[in-house]
C-alpha cells in the first residue's frame, strides 16, 4: 500500500496549478496543451471571449491564434464530444459507454423514456444515417425530421427533434460532430471521424478516464458530489494524500509531488477546470467565487462574468472586464482584491490584462 502523502495547502495549491499548465513554464503546441488539460470546455458566452479560448490564452499567451483551435477542430486534431474537445486517442475511453447506451443494469426513468422515444422514431434515426452515409458531413439543416413521435420536455427543448436526435445517436456512438461550430456545426458518421482504436471495457475506460482527469487535476477527491458537466472525483487511482488544515482523504498523481514550482500572474475563465471543482477550489484555494451571469444586475459583487485572478498559487482576486469589438475596447470596471495587491502582484495582474487586450485587438480601459 502507497504511504499517504502529507502537503500543505501551499504543496496542494502548486500541484494543481501545475497539473493546469499555469506556471511560468508555458505551454507553447495547441493540440498538447488540450491532451494535458484532458478536455476542453465548450462554452457559447463571449463577454470576453469564448471560454475555449480564453482557457487556451491563459496559457499559450497571445501567441494563440483561436482560428488555430477551430481549424484543429475541422482537421480532426481535436474531436468534439458533448460540448468538450478532446483528443482523438481519448475517443475510445467513451465508446464502451457508448456502446452500451442507455446504460447498464436497472435504468432509471429518464432512460427508459429515451430509450422508448429512440424505437418510437428508429424510421427518423435511420433516415439520418443514410443521408450522412450518402452525402456527409452535413449541418443539421440539410438533415431529415421524420419524427413520429415528438421529444417532450418542459424546458425549450420541447419538440425539438432533430436535435435530440442526434444528441441521442451522438451518445449511442452512431453519429460524430465533424467541425464547425454553432449553427454551421457539421454532422457525420462516428465510424468516418473516431479513430479505429481498441476500446476498453466499461471499468477499465473507466479507470483511464480517472488517470487522464487526475493527471490534469494534479489532486483530487476520490468521491465528491457530481457534476452535472464532467466528474471531479477520480477514485482509486495516483496515491492518497492528506492537506494540513484540510479533513478527509485526497489522490494525488504521483508523477506531480515534489516538482519545483514557478507561478505567474492569470487570468482564468469562469468555466476553467482550475476552480470547476467549486468546494476543491474553496478548500485548497480559500476562494470565495460564484459566477454571476445568471444573477440579477443588481445582486452581483463581482460582475456578469467577472475572470477569478492568479497569481502564483493564489487565487487573488476577480477580474469585471466586457469586451467590446465594436468600440474597439476591453472595458475593465473592476478589479476586485481579495487583499490589498503588493506592487509585484499589482504590475503582474495589469500585464495580463494588457496581454488580453492584445489578443483580443483591442484597447484597455482600465478604471482610474
Known amino acids: 500500500m502507497a504511504a499517504v502523502h502529507q502537503l500543505s495547502r501551499a504543496e496542494a495549491r502548486r500541484i494543481a496549478v501545475a497539473a493546469q499548465l499555469l506556471t511560468a513554464e508555458r505551454p507553447t503546441d495547441l493540440v498538447e496543451t488540450v491532451r494535458r488539460l484532458s478536455l476542453l470546455q465548450i462554452e457559447p458566452t463571449s463577454a470576453v471571449a469564448p471560454s475555449a479560448e480564453l482557457v487556451l490564452w491563459s496559457r499559450l499567451g497571445s501567441a494563440f491564434d483561436p482560428r488555430e483551435l477551430w481549424a484543429a477542430v475541422d482537421e480532426q486534431r481535436l474531436i468534439e464530444l458533448d460540448q468538450r474537445l478532446l483528443v482523438p486517442e481519448d475517443i475510445a475511453l467513451f465508446r464502451a459507454e457508448m456502446a452500451a447506451w ?8 429518464w432512460q427508459e423514456r429515451q430509450r422508448e422515444w429512440l424505437r418510437a422514431n428508429n424510421d427518423c434515426r435511420r433516415d439520418i444515417l443514410e443521408r450522412l452515409r450518402a452525402d456527409g458531413p452535413l449541418p443539421m439543416s440539410e438533415l431529415p425530421d421524420t419524427c413520429v413521435v415528438p421529444w417532450q420536455s418542459s424546458g425549450w427543448n420541447n ?33 468516418r471521424i473516431y479513430p479505429d482504436d481498441p476500446v476498453p471495457s466499461l471499468e477499465e475506460a473507466a479507470r483511464l478516464r480517472a488517470e487522464r482527469r487526475l493527471g490534469a487535476l494534479g489532486i483530487a477527491r476520490a468521491r465528491t ?6 466528474p471531479v472525483d477520480v477514485g482509486e487511482v495516483g496515491e492518497p494524500a492528506v492537506v ?3 479533513r478527509g482523504q485526497w489522490r494525488v498523481d504521483p508523477a506531480q509531488l515534489g516538482r519545483p514550482f514557478e ?8 468555466f476553467d ?26 445582486q452581483r459583487v463581482w460582475g456578469y462574468y467577472a475572470l477569478p485572478i492568479l497569481y502564483g498559487d493564489r487565487l487573488v482576486g476577480k477580474l469585471d472586464a466586457t469586451a467590446d469589438p465594436d468600440a474597439g475596447e ?28 492584445t489578443w483580443l485587438d483591442l484597447t484597455p480601459v482600465l478604471p482610474d
Open 159 to 191: 419538440n425539438r427533434n432533430l436535435r435530440m436526435m442526434l444528441d441521442r445517436l451522438v451518445q449511442r456512438g452512431e453519429v460524430a460532430a465533424a467541425g464547425g461550430t454553432g449553427r454551421a456545426r457539421l454532422w457525420d458518421l462516428a465510424e
Open 225 to 230: 458530489a457530481k457534476l452535472p458537466f464532467e
Open 244 to 246: 494540513e488544515g484540510v
Open 330 to 357: 476591453l472595458r475593465v470596471s473592476a478589479i476586485h482584491q481579495d487583499a490589498p495587491f503588493d506592487r509585484a502582484t499589482a504590475v503582474a495582474v495589469e500585464g495580463e490584462i494588457r496581454d488580453l487586450a
Open 273 to 298: 477546470r482550475l476552480i470547476a471543482d467549486r468546494k476543491r477550489m474553496d478548500e485548497l484555494f480559500e476562494f470565495d467565487y460564484v459566477l454571476e451571469m445568471y444573477k440579477p444586475a443588481a
Open 263 to 270: 507561478g505567474r500572474a492569470a487570468l482564468l475563465s469562469p
Open 102 to 109: 442507455p446504460g447498464v443494469g436497472e435504468l432509471r426513468d
